[in-house]
Each structure stands twice: as structure tokens, then as C-alpha cells.
């Protein structure tokens, strides 16, 4: 059952993903709505997913896995979306994309350990450092209704905004820790501080006057995308309750903290935790949701919870898994309308749009610079010149033939100069230096 369960969700998930229907990494949503509305080509999809998610699975995903010997949900899923986006669009990619998926998950299942002592062989293994890459999309996220609202109202109105979101960061992060019946719960102070920054767009968007919140616009805004997601709900409700079943057979796991947990058998304190952690992930996977029409593979996150509740009972769990997938589906539905009413929403979707790119460019070209720093000094002793590479490819970039999109250079030059640092290693013109 262990192995039917884990190949079955890989096979859905990346089939979700090669049809742009759900995808796991939050950084990677909004591009895939991209490629949608046809601005960015299916190569370039397939280079920014496995830029952005490529390092977290080999530097962050499998370690973790290894140490629980129970896999982190992150090396499972940020994979599908890599084999999803590579396959075509087509009936083709899509029967290929699910066996792929299905192999894959079948081979991470049995050989977490072969995986990490492939890319160990390799003279600097800068695996672990490419997953900075990715470090600062998730707090980023957090401040682009604020970047939204200066676009659309100004720069006093952004500003505003932009400090009540550092502030929510700060509160919540300084007293988001807390205990129920003895338990510790940490709330998503990235999630919160996205949320209210979210509240303030609507609230300003809300005062524009002289347009009518009738029917037609209605249509035209946030519930286009939502109607796209619900179109896909059987599948996304299936997709529900296999991560559900996988859970309480522990084979997977949505975080490390409940992973742990789960590992040493504390499966109350598990469910608390991964329950603080999707109560926190409800507004960044809502409104990244709302605004491109692609849902999260694993929703709200709501699914390892009930995994962990009904532990050893995978059946039951996959029912209840089902079920909380077209709860999450429905209230997002009734979330998008509640929007869609406040007048100049239908302009803001445009503003969210064009803000989450402009957040994206920054956050992956800003990981890419560390990233590549701490590979230069790791490798070689020497540091600049990973951000000397980074950054200059960046700006080169804008003057090629057929330069790649902004969201991707940072990732793509980052990947690049961890491959030229093992070339140097192996022709001895750099040595990693000594220890001390």
C-alpha cells in the first residue's frame, strides 16, 4: 500500500502540474499563470522550475527525509512540478508526466540516501547551497499587496501598507509562539503579514468610486480564475486524500517539525503543529490561488493534519482527505466573490499580477546572489565573485538575442556558476580551501 500510495501521488501531482491545474511551490504559481496568458514559453517554464525548486529538494528536501526516514513533502511535490513543467501540455506530456511522477516518487520511497551520494560525488557539492536560491521568496511574498497598492493608488498609500505588513511581520514573529495544552504552536508570520497587507488592498481599492459591481465585472475579475480551479476540483479532491492516506501510513510528512514529531511517534503534537502551520498558510495560498488560477498541490495544507489524526487508518484518512480538499475548494470560491464586490477589485487583480513578478525578480535574483556567494567562498575561499557572476548575467542578460525572463537569470546564473566551480575543481585551477 506504502508503494501504490506514494506512486499514485506522484503520478496526479505531476499531472496537475504539466496541465497547470495545482502546483506546490508558492514562488512558482504565479509563473505558471504566466505561461497561461502566454507570456513566457514552456522552455522557460520548464528552466524557472527547476531554478527555483531544483536546490530545496536535493539541499533541503531529501536531507531531512533521510534523517526521519520519512519523506518531506517538499522533496516529493517541488520534483512533480519540475517533471510537470517539463513534459508538453499535451494528452502526450500528460500520460508522460504521470508515469515519470510515478517512477520517481517509487524511487524516492526506496533510495532517499542513493539520491544525496549521487550529487555528493561531484568535487563541490553546491546542491545544498542552491537552495538559498528560494530563501527569500516566502517572506518576500508578504509585502507585494503593498508593492500592488503603491502601483494602483501611490507611493503614500504603499508605504502605508508596506508598514503595517512589517509590522504584522514583527508582532507575530515575536508572539506567534505560543502552547495549547502543553504543545508549542508557532503561527506563519509571513502568511499573516500577507494577509494584512491584503486586507488594506481590498479596503483601498474598495474607495475607488464609479464602477458598478455588477454581474459582467464580476466575471471579469478574481472569479474567472476560481471558476478554473473548481472546473478541476474531482482531481484536486483526489489529490486531497492520497496526501492524507500517505500520512497516516508515514511516508510523508508536510514540515519538519511535524515530521519529527510524527517520527517518534507523537502524533497529537504532530497534528497541532501542521495545524498552526495551515491556519498560517491560508492567505498565501488563497490569494496566489485567486490571482493566477493555480491551486496549491497539497491546498491549504489541511491534509497532513487529517493524515496525522487518523493515523494507520488511510482509508478513512482518504475519505476525510477528499472531503477537505472540496471544503478548501468551496470557501475559496465564496473568498474570491467576497472580493470580487468591492469596487476597483477587477483592476487590482492586474496590480497583484504585475507586483508578484516584481517581488519575484528581486527575491530569486537576490538568492541567487547569496547562493552563489556562499558556493564561491566554499569552493574557492574567495568572495564577490559569485555576485560579480549573478549579477553580471543578469544585466548581460537584457542585451541578448533572446534573453530568458528576469524571474529566471538569478536561479539559471546561480545553477551555471555552481557547474563552472566543479569545472575549475576538476581542472585544479581552484582548491576548496582547508578546514580552519
Request: charged share 10%; with cysteine.
Amino acid at each position: 500500500m506504502r508503494y501504490v500510495i506514494i506512486a499514485l501521488i506522484g503520478a496526479l501531482a505531476s499531472v496537475l502540474s504539466n496541465q497547470g491545474i495545482a502546483v506546490f511551490n508558492d514562488g512558482f504559481r504565479p509563473i505558471v499563470g504566466q505561461y497561461f496568458n502566454k507570456e513566457i514559453s514552456r522552455k522557460e517554464l520548464a528552466a524557472m522550475s527547476f531554478a527555483i525548486s531544483f536546490g530545496l529538494v536535493i539541499g533541503f528536501g531529501i536531507p531531512t527525509s533521510i534523517a526521519a526516514s520519512i519523506i518531506l513533502i517538499h522533496c516529493l511535490l517541488l520534483t512533480t512540478d519540475i517533471i510537470g513543467s517539463f513534459c508538453p501540455d499535451t494528452k502526450v506530456g500528460m500520460i508522460i508526466s504521470a508515469a515519470v511522477g510515478a517512477v520517481y516518487g517509487l524511487a524516492l520511497l526506496a533510495g532517499l540516501e542513493f539520491i544525496v551520494n549521487l550529487f555528493g560525488m561531484m568535487p563541490y557539492n553546491f546542491t545544498s547551497d542552491l537552495g538559498g536560491v528560494s530563501n527569500y521568496v516566502t517572506v518576500a511574498f508578504a509585502v507585494f499587496p503593498a508593492v500592488g497598492v503603491a502601483y494602483q493608488h501611490g507611493f503614500k498609500k504603499g508605504t502605508i501598507t508596506a508598514g503595517v505588513t512589517v509590522l504584522v511581520y514583527y508582532l507575530i514573529k515575536k508572539f506567534g509562539v505560543f502552547s495549547i495544552a502543553g504543545n508549542t504552536v508557532s503561527l506563519n508570520a509571513e502568511g499573516m503579514a500577507m494577509l494584512a497587507g491584503m486586507v488594506m488592498m481590498i479596503v483601498f481599492a474598495a474607495q475607488i468610486k464609479g464602477e458598478s459591481n455588477s454581474n459582467e465585472a464580476l466575471t471579469q475579475g478574481f472569479s474567472g480564475n476560481v471558476s478554473r480551479i473548481r472546473k478541476n476540483w474531482f482531481l484536486l479532491a483526489i489529490m486531497g486524500g492520497l496526501i492524507a492516506a500517505g500520512t497516516s501510513v508515514s511516508i510523508i510528512a508536510g514540515d519538519p517539525a511535524s515530521l519529527a514529531l510524527l517520527a517518534e511517534g507523537e502524533f497529537t503534537n504532530a497534528a497541532l503543529t501542521a495545524l498552526a502551520r495551515a491556519i498560517g498558510f491560508i492567505p498565501l495560498v488563497f490569494t496566489t490561488a485567486i490571482v493566477t488560477g493555480v491551486y496549491g498541490t497539497a491546498g491549504c495544507t489541511f491534509v497532513f493534519v487529517v493524515g496525522l489524526l487518523l493515523h494507520g487508518n488511510p482509508i478513512l484518512a482518504f475519505v476525510v482527505g477528499v472531503l477537505v480538499m472540496v471544503v478548501e475548494i468551496l470557501l475559496i470560491n465564496l473568498f474570491a466573490k467576497g472580493m470580487d464586490k468591492f469596487p476597483g477589485v477587477k483592476d487590482m487583480g492586474e496590480y497583484v499580477r504585475t507586483s508578484m513578478n516584481k517581488v519575484l525578480e528581486v527575491a530569486l535574483l537576490a538568492g541567487g546572489i547569496v547562493a552563489a556567494e556562499t558556493m564561491s567562498a566554499a569552493a574557492s575561499g574567495y568572495t564577490g565573485i559569485g555576485a560579480l557572476f549573478v549579477i553580471g548575467a543578469f544585466l548581460l542578460n537584457k542585451k541578448a538575442k533572446k534573453p530568458i525572463v528576469d524571474l529566471a537569470v538569478g536561479p539559471v546564473a546561480c545553477i551555471i556558476f555552481g557547474i563552472l566551480l566543479n569545472v575549475l575543481l576538476l581542472i585544479r585551477l581552484i582548491a576548496v580551501p582547508a578546514a580552519g
